[in-house]
């Protein structure tokens, strides 16, 4: 009998390769229309809009498939903190894959990008936070962190605690139980969320309160953490989750002292404080977390995004030595503790991350941001006077514009104008983008890498588009009727 031939892996034809790039704008349009599915989208208004092809980046620049060059002001989804096309991070990931492209993290077996990175995330995070449990992404992070505080609780022999609370227009992803501590209509609409165990506070929104002191501010959510949780029991409550700022709620930014006062709060009265920094993290307000402003060291932290700069999918569930010891010392001796997944600690998006964290530090991304985030403010800052701007809200490199049609009684627009579409589209013949949520809210989140001469091109394009806007017949309607 003759030895098999070995096994050659075949590389791909140019030919084709060729071929497959020559494919037509309106060919890929058909294609999308017919079987991809888009996030958070009407998908019937999709598949009539049809899709925008993005082709390449670098820096803070995108390019269509059109050729139009594009100043990204949203770092893809808050995400591309390092920018587009570091070839290092592209480096580290094709060295990995060679290398070992996967290894699970069952069975006890490991890899050493994934213990490095556990190891550094626990070295720059808050110093109560000391294991790391890996997902995919920041709805995977937050499914991670409900399911190991019913975890920890059931451990303690406190069952009964399992109600939830966060704020109002807060976003902690779109799990089929995470999507229940978001607080936007839209993840709610059909899926049969919030559980019946899922609460809110309203939000702590300075420029929508009826006392934008931050100490009414403040105040006024720590009565409102108080009054919930005697409400449903001090016994029952297991955790308060919130962002540092919220982000898809219209980047809200609490006054000084809010989360801390929080924290302080939420251990008061005896339950978790958790931290979402899936879009706050790795340099995005500052510091390389949010929580650091005001030295909040919470039970549980999640992140994503700024993790591997978008580059490949991965998020992370950071845990306090309280929570992990509940959780390990609780459970029969030998049991496993049943969460899991299959990429857990992929090697190649840990490869990935290691790169993304040296470039914040070593590579100066970190303190290029802090150095751009004067500019930054400054482009928003100088649409104050425009007559559509309500408010306008900054803290490092993460903003917002709140547009009104009465600025002193701060009055919205009508939703039925649909003038979140007419933003988008009118920024994006400008050379603009950025996300215009559906209440008026328009937010920014440009790349790490952004210098003060595009942070001045920010604000310019930013103004033109706005004047446009302002002359839509809608709009001067509003204006009128206000």
Known sequence: MQDAAPFVIQRPDARAAVAGRAVAAESLQALDRDHLIHPVTSWRGHQQRGVTVLESGHGCTLRDAQGNELLDAFAGLWCVNVGYGQESVVEAATAQLRRLPYATGYFSFGSE????????????????????YFSGGGSEAVDAAYRLIVQYWNAQGRPHKKHFIALERGYHGSSSTGAGLTALPAFHRGFDLPLPTQHYLPSPHPYRAPDASPQAVIAASVQALRDRVAALGADNVAAFFCEPVQGSGGVIIPPVGWLKAMADTARELDILFVVDEVITGFGRTGPMFACQHEGVEPDLMTVAKGLTSGYVPMGATLLSEKVYAGIADGAPKGAAIGHGATYSGHP??????LEVIRLYEEGGLLANGQASAPHFASALDSLRDHPLVGDVRHIGLLGAIELVSDKAGKRGFDPALGLADDIARIAYANKLVFRAFADNILGFAPALCITAAECELLGQRLRRTLDEVLALDGVQAALRAA
């Open 113 to 132: 990008p994934a213990i490095r990175l556990a190891a550094k995330l626990v070295e720059i995070a808050p110093a109560s936070l000391r294991h790391v």
């Open 348 to 353: 190649v998006a840990a490869a990935v991350a």
